[in-house]
C-alpha cells in the first residue's frame, strides 16, 4: 500500500499546475494539529478513529506531553488528482519563527480561528505573515462544538457569534489592505519618477497629480472582493476538527437545491447573509433581522447540526438517532452506536455527514494557487534584498525573474524544508548556495559552492528518499549541515540573489549561560550548539568575552525546547543552564524633583550625583555636566555632556534600526567613493526618519541638533546618539550620502582635510564602546545623547629625537599631578568655569612639553587608540555625572480568563510588578481580556503560575514590546532619619533599581558595593539573650 501511495505521490508531483502547497496557521491551541490529522487519516496514513487524538504531526515527545506544536512538520497528501505539501506550524508566540519559514515555502495557508476565542494576538500575527509573504490563506472556523456543547449558544446566537468572528478577521485583512494599498502607490510614484527622469513620460499619463496626496489615493479602484473571507466566496470553512465534521456553503446549497428545487446559485448566494425562506411563496427574501425571521444558514444548516448533537449528545435518544441515520444515509458500526462515550457515535455519524477532510481539501485545491501562480510581484519581492531596487540588480538576474526560474530552497533543520521552482533536481547536482541572512548589501553576498547528497519526501515522522524532485513541491535535502546556517538560497544559477532575509515576529530575547555537567565534555557542547544555531531560525548562539557560552531563545517555552534539543539531539550530553540572564539597559534622565519618599530634592541632589565623578589631573567636570579629559600624552582634550534624549526619539531609534543601518553603510559606501543604489522608498523612509527627528528634537538645547548627528550606537545603530557640537569642527553630517545617493552633485559641505579630522573615525569609535556597555553594570546605553562640545587637538610640528620624550614626558606629567590639587580647588570655587578655562593652559604645556613625540605613536600607544579611550572615559564619566536609571525589557501579555478568576490574575501581576492596561470583555462571551505590560525579569513561570492559579482557565501569551526607564534610583542611600526608618539601612527593600543592578554586576564579576555582616547587632543581642 505504502509503495502504491509512494508511487501516485511521485507521479502528482509532476504535475505542478495540480500541486498546492500550503502551511496551517492559528493561535495557539485552535486546533490546527488536530485539523492535519483529519487531512492525513483521509489519506489512511492514520486511522480515521484516532485522527484527532493521535496528533500525528506532533511527532516530539515534549510535544505530545505539552499538548503543544513547537516545531513545523511537513506531509504530502493526494485528494482526487491533486498533491498537497502540508506543513503544521507551532501557535505558540515563541516559535513564530517557525512560521516565518513556513509560510516562505508555501503559495497558501490555511488561517483557523477558534469559535469561541475568536481573532486572538497569533491570529493577526499569522495573518500579517501571511500578508507579507503574498501568500493566498482560507479560513476555517474550529471548534464550533464548543459553542454546542460548552457555551449552549442556540443556533440563532451562534450564527450571530459566527458572524462576528468573520467580521473581526476581515477587519485585520482590511487593515492590511489599506496599508498595502497605500505603499503600492508609493512605488507606483517611484516607477513614475524614475522614468521622468529617464525622460520617457507619455503626457497623458502623467496628469501632475504627484503633488495631491489623497489618502483614498488608489482605495477604491483597486479590487478587494478576492481578499475578503466570506463563505460565498468558497473562502471559508466551518468546523469541528475534533468531532470529524466541516463544510462549506457549497455542500449545503448542493444538498438543498435538490431537495427544495431551487437553483444551486441562488442557494450559494443566500445561505450566508440576511435571507430567509418564505415558506408559502417557496422564495427566498432579503430582511431576517428586520423581519424577525430564520436566516437560512440558521435553518437549513446551523438547525441541522444543532438538533443531531441534541439527539446523540444531550438527550441520547436512540429512536430519533436511527431516523436521522437513515435520512442522512449515514451507516454506523454497531460498536460505536453502542459505545458509552456519545461522542464516538457523533463524530462515527459525521464524519460521514461532513467529513471535514473532504471540505477542507476540496477548498484548498479550489482557491489556492499553485506554485504556477506565483505572482511577479512576489518574485520581485523575494529578490530585491535589502534597500537595493529590483531595477538596480543585473540584467541577467532580472531576467530570472520571468522564463525559467532557478531552484529556490528554504532550509531548516537536518532535513531541511526547501522548495523548488522550476528545474529537475538530481543528487549530486552541485548548487551554489548563499546564505540570505547575511545582510547582502555589498555587491558580492557570500556564495558557496554544495553539493546536495540526497532528496527526500517528508511525510511526518517518516522520509522517503527520493531520487528526483519536479519543480514546484516542498522536500528535504540531506547533506548540508556543513554549509548552511539557519536558512539558505540554493541555486544553480550565480545570477540569482539571496532571498530576501524571514520576517521574524519573535526577538530572542531570554539568555542562559550554558555548561555541560561534566566539564571534559565541553568539546561536544560547543558542537551541539554549534547544530543548534544552524537549525533553529531563532536560537542565537554566542560565546561571551568571560568564555560563557549563552544561548538566547525568545521566551521560556522556546528555551525549553532548546534545552531538550541540545540533551537528546545535538550534544546529547547532560548540561546544565543558569538562570535566565536578564538584559538591561542602561539611561540618564533629566534631574527628578523629588526622592524616594517624596521629598522636594532641591539644590543637593545636584550636588550628590557630581560627586559620584572622581576627578583627577586629565579630568573635569563643571557643574552643569561637561566632562573634559585629556589624553595621557596631552594631545587631544576631548568635552563630553550627557542629555537625555526625549523618549519619543529614542523610540523612533529603536524602531528604525535597520533603516539607520542602511544609512551607515550608505556612508560607509560613500567614504570608499562608491553609492548602494538605494531604492527611492529606502531614500524617502530615511528622508521621514530625519523629518521626524527634527520634529522631535526641538528647543534651544537641540537646535539644529539633526544636521550635527556625528554617529548613532552602539554597533553604529543603536538608540543613542553622538551630537558634533565642537565650535569650528566641520564635519558632513550622518545625512550627507543621501545626497549622494539621491544622484545629486556633491554640495559644499565638502569634508575637511584637516589633520583632526583624521582622528574622526576614533571618536565615533569611542562613543561606540562607551554606549555598548555601561557604568552601571556594563549593560548597552539606551536614550543617551553625548555631545562633544570640545575637542582640541595639539600636534607637535615637528619631530626630533625620540630618546627624550619620556624624561620630558614624565616631566610634564609630575607637573600637572601637582598642579591639580589647585584645580579642583578653583572647581570647587563658584565659577563652574574657571575650572574648564583654567585646565587650558596646563594642557598646552603638556602637548609642548611632549613636542617631540611621534605624531601618531608615543610611549602611551597608538595616538587614536587614546583618542578612542578618552572619548569613551570621557562619555561614561559625563554619564555619570547625571542622574542614573536602568531601563528593564518589557513583556506585553494577553490574558483570557473569566469572571470568577479575575482577582487572581491581577494578583500574579501585581506580585510581579505587572501593570494592567486594559480590560474588556469579549463579545459574546463570558470571558475578559486583560493587556498588561511586565517585567521580563520577573516573568519566569508566569504563564505556569497564572495557569495553576486559575486552574488552566487562563494562558498568557508573553510578547517583548519594549524598554522601559525604571524610576527608582541605583544609587539613592538614605540620608535623613525619616528615610532610615521608612527604608532601614540598607534601603534595599524599595530598590528594586539595585537589586537589578547588583544582580547583573554579581553575574559579571564586578564589584558590588554591599555590606556582608547582615544584622550584626541583632545577631549580638541574640548570643547575649542565651
Ligand atoms: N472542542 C473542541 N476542541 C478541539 C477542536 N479541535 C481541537 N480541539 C482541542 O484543542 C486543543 C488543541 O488542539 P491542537 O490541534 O493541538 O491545537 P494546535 O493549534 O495545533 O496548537 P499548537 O500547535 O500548540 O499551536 C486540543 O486539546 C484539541 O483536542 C474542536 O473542534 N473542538
Ligand atoms: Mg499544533
Not at 533543520?413 to 552541485?430: I, L, T
Not at 619620556?806 to 610634564?812: G, H, I, R, V
Not at 587614536?864 to 572615559?873: D, T
Not at 521608612?982 to 547583573?1000: I, P, R, T, W
Request: glycine share 6%; proline share 5%; net charge negative.
Amino acid at each position: 500500500v505504502l509503495l502504491n501511495f509512494l508511487d501516485k505521490i511521485k507521479a502528482l508531483q509532476k504535475n505542478p499546475a495540480n500541486v498546492r502547497n500550503l502551511c496551517i496557521l492559528a493561535h495557539v491551541d485552535h486546533g490546527k494539529t488536530t485539523l492535519a490529522d483529519s487531512l492525513v487519516a483521509s489519506n489512511g496514513i492514520i486511522s480515521s478513529r484516532l485522527a484527532g487524538k493521535l496528533r500525528y504531526l506532533d511527532s516530539r515527545e515534549d510535544e505530545q506531553i505539552r499538548g503543544i506544536t513547537m516545531k513545523s512538520s511537513a506531509i504530502s497528501l493526494h485528494y482526487k488528482d491533486y498533491l498537497i505539501n502540508l506543513i503544521d506550524s507551532p501557535g505558540h508566540v515563541d516559535f513564530s519563527s517557525e512560521v516565518s519559514t513556513a509560510v516562505r515555502l508555501c503559495d497558501g495557508a490555511i488561517v483557523i480561528v477558534d469559535a469561541v476565542e475568536g481573532v486572538c494576538p497569533q491570529t493577526q500575527a499569522v495573518l500579517r505573515q501571511a500578508w507579507l509573504e503574498n501568500i493566498r490563506p482560507v479560513l476555517v472556523i474550529n471548534k464550533i462544538d464548543r459553542l454546542i456543547m460548552e457555551l449552549k449558544l442556540t443556533s440563532q446566537e451562534a450564527y450571530t457569534h459566527l458572524q462576528k468572528i468573520l467580521e473581526q478577521v476581515n477587519a485585520v485583512t482590511g487593515s492590511l489592505f489599506t496599508s498595502k494599498v497605500l505603499e503600492d502607490r508609493a512605488v507606483k510614484e517611484e516607477r513614475a519618477e524614475e522614468d521622468k527622469e529617464e525622460g520617457d513620460i507619455k503626457p497623458a499619463e502623467c496628469p501632475g497629480s504627484e503633488q495631491v496626496y489623497d489618502w483614498s489615493a488608489g482605495l477604491e479602484d483597486s479590487d478587494d472582493s478576492q481578499l475578503y473571507f466570506s463563505p460565498d466566496q468558497g473562502n471559508v470553512v466551518f468546523a469541528s476538527a475534533i468531532d470529524g465534521w466541516g463544510f462549506s456553503i457549497q455542500q449545503f446549497a448542493q444538498i438543498h437545491s435538490q431537495r427544495m428545487g431551487i437553483r444551486a446559485e441562488v442557494l450559494l448566494k443566500t445561505l450566508w447573509g440576511d435571507f430567509y425562506l418564505n415558506a408559502k411563496a417557496k422564495k427566498i427574501m432579503k430582511g431576517a433581522h428586520a423581519k424577525g425571521k430564520k436566516p437560512l444558514f440558521v435553518q437549513l444548516v446551523l438547525d441541522n447540526i444543532w438538533s443531531l448533537y441534541d439527539a446523540v449528545v444531550t438527550r441520547r435518544d436512540k429512536e430519533k438517532i436511527e431516523k436521522m441515520m437513515m435520512s442522512l444515509g449515514v451507516k454506523v458500526m454497531t460498536r460505536d452506536s453502542r459505545h458509552s462515550d456519545p461522542k464516538v457515535l457523533l463524530s462515527a455519524i459525521c464524519s460521514q455527514w461532513l467529513p471535514v477532510s473532504q471540505a477542507v481539501l476540496f477548498m484548498v485545491c479550489d482557491k489556492l494557487p499553485s506554485p504556477l501562480d506565483m505572482t511577479s510581484e512576489r518574485i520581485e519581492r523575494l529578490m530585491s534584498v535589502g534597500a537595493r531596487r529590483f531595477h538596480s540588480l543585473p540584467l541577467q538576474t532580472q531576467e530570472l525573474k520571468t522564463g525559467s526560474w532557478p531552484d529556490r530552497d528554504t532550509l531548516r533543520d537536518w532535513q531541511p524544508f526547501s522548495r523548488r521552482k522550476v528545474g529537475r533536481e538530481m543528487p549530486n547536482q552541485e548548487v551554489q548556495h548563499r546564505t540570505s541572512v547575511s545582510a547582502c548589501l555589498p555587491p558580492v553576498p557570500h556564495l558557496a559552492c554544495c553539493t546536495m547528497d540526497s532528496l527526500y519526501l517528508l511525510m511526518g515522522r517518516e522520509l522517503e528518499e527520493l531520487e528526483e524532485v519536479p519543480s514546484g513541491n516542498v522536500l528535504g535535502i540531506g547533506g548540508l549541515e556543513e554549509c548552511v546556517l539557519k536558512s539558505a538560497t540554493l541555486s544553480t544559477s550565480p545570477a540569482l540573489p539571496p532571498f530576501i532575509p524571514l520576517n521574524f515576529e519573535a526577538t530572542p530575547i531570554v539568555r542562559v549561560a550554558i555548561e555541560p555537567k561534566h566539564p571534559s565534555e565541553m568539546p561536544k557542547l560547543v558542537r551541539g550548539m554549534r547544530l543548534l544555531n544552524q537549525a533553529d531560525p531563532c536560537a542565537e548562539v554566542l560565546i561571551q568575552e568571560t568564555g560563557e557560552h549563552v544561548l538566547v531563545t525568545a521566551g521560556e517555552v522556546h528555551l525549553q525546547r532548546c534545552l531538550d534539543d541540545l540533551r537528546e539531539r545535538f550534544a546529547k550530553i547532560e548540561i546544565s543552564a543558569s538562570k535566565p540572564i536578564i538584559p538591561f539597559r542602561e539611561t540618564v534622565i533629566r534631574p527628578p524633583k523629588v526622592d524616594m519618599v517624596n521629598e522636594d530634592l532641591g539644590k543637593q541632589q545636584k550636588v550628590a550625583v557630581i560627586h559620584q565623578v572622581k576627578e583627577s589631573d586629565t579630568l573635569h567636570l563643571d557643574p552643569s555636566g561637561l566632562v573634559t579629559l585629556t589624553t595621557p600624552n596631552r594631545q587631544a582634550t576631548v568635552g563630553v555632556r550627557a542629555i537625555p534624549l526625549p523618549e519619543e526619539v529614542t523610540l523612533l531609534l529603536e524602531g528604525s534600526a535597520d533603516l539607520i543601518r542602511t544609512l551607515e553603510q550608505a556612508g560607509q559606501a560613500q567614504r570608499e567613493g562608491r553609492t548602494l543604489d538605494m531604492s527611492t522608498w529606502t531614500l524617502d523612509a530615511l528622508m521621514v526618519l530625519k523629518s521626524r527627528l527634527e520634529v522631535l528634537l526641538q528647543g534651544r538645547k537641540w537646535r539644529n541638533a539633526v544636521d550635527r548627528i556625528w554617529a548613532f550606537g552602539p554597533r553604529r545603530y543603536g538608540p543613542n546618539i553622538l551630537l558634533n557640537s565642537v565650535e569650528g569642527y566641520q564635519r558632513p553630517s550622518v545625512w550627507h550620502c543621501l545626497e549622494r545617493e539621491k544622484g545629486e552633485k556633491e554640495g559644499g559641505a565638502k569634508a575637511e582635510a584637516s589633520a583632526i579630522r583624521d582622528f574622526d573615525n576614533s571618536v565615533v569609535s569611542g562613543f561606540q564602546l562607551a554606549t555598548l556597555s555601561g557604568p552601571m553594570c556594563e549593560e548597552p546605553l539606551m536614550g543617551v545623547c553625548f555631545s562633544v562640545e570640545r575637542w582640541d587637538m595639539n600636534f607637535p610640528t615637528q619631530r626630533t629625537h625620540l630618546d627624550s620624550v619620556t624624561e620630558k614626558d614624565s616631566n610634564s606629567l609630575d607637573a600637572s599631578v601637582s598642579e591639580s590639587p589647585g584645580e579642583a580647588v578653583g572647581q570647587q570655587g563658584a565659577s563652574g568655569k574657571a575650572g574648564g578655562a583654567g585646565e587650558t593652559p596646563s594642557q598646552a604645556e603638556g602637548a609642548m612639553a611632549g613636542a617631540s613625540h611621534g605624531r601618531l605613536v608615543d610611549c602611551y600607544g597608538p595616538f587614536s587608540g587614546q583618542l578612542i579611550a578618552a572619548v569613551k572615559e570621557a562619555c561614561r564619566h559625563a554619564f555619570q555625572a547625571k542622574p542614573q536609571r536602568l531601563m528593564a525589557a518589557m513583556y506585553t501579555c494577553e490574558i483570557m480568563a473569566t469572571a470568577e478568576v479575575l482577582g487572581r490574575v491581577y494578583g500574579v501581576l501585581g506580585k510581579r510588578e505587572g501593570r494592567v492596561l486594559q480590560e474588556e470583555m469579549k463579545e459574546g462571551t463570558e470571558m475578559f481580556i486583560i493587556k498588561a505590560v511586565l517585567p521580563v525579569a520577573e516573568s519566569f513561570g508566569f504563564a505556569d503560575e497564572i495557569r495553576k492559579r486559575t486552574s488552566g482557565l487562563a494562558s498568557p501569551q508573553l510578547v517583548f514590546s519594549h524598554w522601559e526607564v525604571i524610576s527608582s534610583d541605583p544609587s539613592w542611600v538614605p540620608t535623613t532619619e525619616e528615610e532610615y526608618l521608612h527604608f532601614g539601612e540598607k534601603a534595599d527593600s524599595a530598590n528594586q533599581a539595585l537589586k537589578y543592578m547588583n544582580g547583573v554586576r554579581r553575574r559579571k564579576g564586578l564589584y558590588v558595593e554591599e555590606k556582608i555582616v547582615e544584622h550584626g547587632e541583632k545577631q549580638r543581642t541574640l548570643s547575649k539573650n542565651k
